[in-house]
C-alpha cells in the first residue's frame, strides 16, 4: 500500500504556488484594486465568467485566491471563499442557504459572537433553533420542513464540547439538510469535517490558521457533495444548473461578492505564511495544553475541562475525531468570579486577551467578555461560567506556563 504523505510535507508542497505568475515561493501581495485590460472585450469576457482573470478585489484577488486554494486544498473541498472576518464568513455561508421564513439549527455551546449574529437573524425572519444537546436525536426532532442548515462547531469554545460529526450530518442528510461546521478550534490540522460527514466547512482564520494573531479574516470551504433539492433549497434555485456546486457558486458570485465582506490582500498573505507552520503549532500547542491540563488537574481547588483528560466526557469522541489530541484551548473552574479575576491579574506570562490561537498564551474570564450579552443559560451551555477562566495555549517553555498558572492559582486560594 503507498504511504500518505505527511501533514506539513502536503502543507509546503501543496500545489498552490504552482500558479504564481513569476514561479514565486510565496504569494506576492496584489495590494491593488483593480486590474488593467487591453481591451474593453476582454474585461467584458472576464465578467462574464467567460475568460479567467481578476477585474476589481472585492470580487477577486490573486493574494486572496492563493489563500483560497491553500486552504481548499487542506480541507478536501470544492471551493473555498474567504472572507473579511470569521463572522463575514459565518454570514454568508448560512445566509446563502437561509432566507426570510426559514430556520436554521444551531448546535449548543457556540461562539459568543455567533449567537449575537444569530439574534440578528431572527430580525431578518430567519428562526435560529437552538438544540439543548447537539445529538443525532436532538437534531432529528428539530428538523422541520423549514430547516436549511444545520450550524455546529467541532469543539465548543470554552465548553470543548466534542460534535460527533458522522452521527449528527447523518441525522441531518436522513431530512434533506446540510451540515455546516466551524471547524476554528479544531483546526484543518486536528479534525477534517468533510471526510467526516460535513458539508460545509468554515474557519475563524484569525485564529489557529493565521497563528499569530496578526490579521482578521475567515474562510467558508464547500465540500461539493451535498444533493441540493431545489424545491427546498429555494435560496439556491437560481443556481440550479450547478447542481452539487450550487452553493459555493451562490455564495461566490451572488451573496458573498454583493455583502462586500472580503479579505485584504495582506490578511491573506499573512494568514497564508502563517498556515505554513500550521502543524508545528498545533502539535506544540496541543502537548502544551495537554501537560498544563494535567498540571492544573492535580492543583487542588480548581476543576479541569480540557477534551482528553482521562474521564473526559468527551474522550471518546476525541480519540476519533482529533487523532488524540486535545487542541489548543482548556478551561478551569476556580469557584467564584473574584477568584478567577485574582488569578487572572496575578498570571506573569500568559496574557489577557479576547483572542485564541496566538503564539502566546492568552487568557480570558469568558462570562464577562465574550458573553456579556447573553443569558445565564446560554452562558453555562458554553461552558461559561462565572467561575471560569479560558485559556488559549500558546508556543511558550511549557514549564514556564505551568509555573505561571500553578503559582497563580496557590497564590489566590
Ligand atoms: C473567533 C471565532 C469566530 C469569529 O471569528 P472572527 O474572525 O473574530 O470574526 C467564530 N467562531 C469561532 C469558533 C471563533 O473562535
Redesign the pocket.
Known amino acids: 500500500m503507498e504511504r500518505k504523505t505527511g501533514f506539513n510535507t502536503k502543507l509546503l508542497h501543496d500545489k498552490t504556488s504552482l500558479g504564481f505568475a513569476q514561479r514565486e515561493i510565496l504569494p506576492p501581495i496584489s495590494q491593488v484594486n483593480a486590474f488593467r485590460y487591453e481591451s474593453a472585450e476582454e474585461l467584458e469576457r472576464v465578467f462574464q465568467h467567460k475568460s479567467a482573470g481578476f477585474a476589481y478585489t472585492r470580487v477577486g484577488n490573486p493574494t486572496v485566491a492563493a489563500f483560497e486554494r491553500r486552504i481548499n486544498e487542506l480541507e478536501g473541498g470544492v471551493d473555498a471563499v474567504a472572507a473579511?472576518?470569521?463572522?463575514?464568513?459565518?454570514t454568508a455561508a448560512l445566509l446563502t442557504v437561509a432566507q426570510s421564513g426559514d430556520e436554521i439549527i444551531a448546535g449548543t455551546g457556540?461562539?459568543g459572537?455567533?449567537i449575537d449574529l444569530f439574534r440578528d437573524f431572527e430580525k431578518l425572519g430567519i428562526r435560529v433553533v437552538y438544540a439543548r444537546e447537539t445529538s443525532e436525536q436532538t437534531i432529528k426532532r428539530l428538523i422541520t420542513d423549514k430547516t436549511r442548515a444545520v450550524f455546529a462547531?467541532l469543539?465548543?469554545?470554552p465548553s470543548l464540547a466534542v460534535l460527533d460529526v458522522p452521527r449528527v450530518s447523518e441525522a441531518a442528510h436522513a431530512s434533506g439538510v446540510p451540515l455546516f461546521v466551524?471547524?476554528?478550534?479544531a483546526t484543518p490540522y486536528l479534525a477534517k469535517p468533510l471526510e467526516l460527514g460535513a458539508d460545509v466547512v468554515?474557519?475563524?482564520?484569525?485564529?489557529y490558521v493565521n497563528g499569530g494573531g496578526n490579521s482578521?479574516?475567515?474562510i467558508v470551504v464547500d465540500g461539493g457533495k451535498f444533493p441540493w433539492d431545489f424545491k427546498k433549497h429555494v435560496a439556491l434555485k437560481d443556481f440550479s444548473k450547478y447542481g452539487k456546486l450550487a452553493f459555493s457558486v451562490r455564495l461566490r458570485t451572488d451573496l458573498w461578492e454583493n455583502f462586500g465582506g472580503c479579505m485584504a490582500p495582506t490578511n491573506a498573505f499573512l494568514s497564508y505564511i502563517g498556515a505554513d507552520t500550521l502543524g508545528l503549532r498545533m502539535e506544540r500547542i496541543c502537548r502544551n495544553a495537554e501537560k498544563l491540563a494535567r498540571a492544573l488537574a492535580s492543583t487542588p481547588g480548581v476543576e479541569v475541562n480540557y477534551p482528553t483528560l482521562p474521564g473526559a466526557p468527551y474522550e471518546e469522541l476525541a480519540k476519533r475525531e482529533l487523532g488524540g489530541r486535545g487542541g489548543g484551548i482548556l478551561a478551569f473552574r476556580v469557584g467564584s468570579k473574584e477568584r478567577a479575576f485574582k488569578i487572572l491579574n496575578s498570571l506573569k506570562f500568559a496574557m489577557i486577551a479576547s483572542?485564541?490561537?496566538d503564539l502566546r498564551t492568552l487568557v480570558i474570564h469568558p462570562a464577562s467578555t465574550l458573553f456579556l450579552h447573553s443569558s445565564q443559560e446560554t452562558r453555562e451551555a458554553a461552558g461559561a461560567f462565572d467561575d471560569a477562566i479560558r485559556v488559549s495555549v500558546g508556543i511558550e517553555d511549557v514549564d514556564d506556563l505551568i509555573d505561571d498558572f500553578v503559582e497563580a492559582v496557590k497564590a489566590n486560594r
Open positions: 473579511s472576518s470569521g463572522m463575514a464568513a459565518i457556540l461562539y459572537g455567533t462547531e469543539v465548543g469554545n466551524d471547524s476554528t478550534t468554515i474557519h475563524s482564520t484569525s485564529k482578521i479574516g475567515g483572542n485564541i490561537g
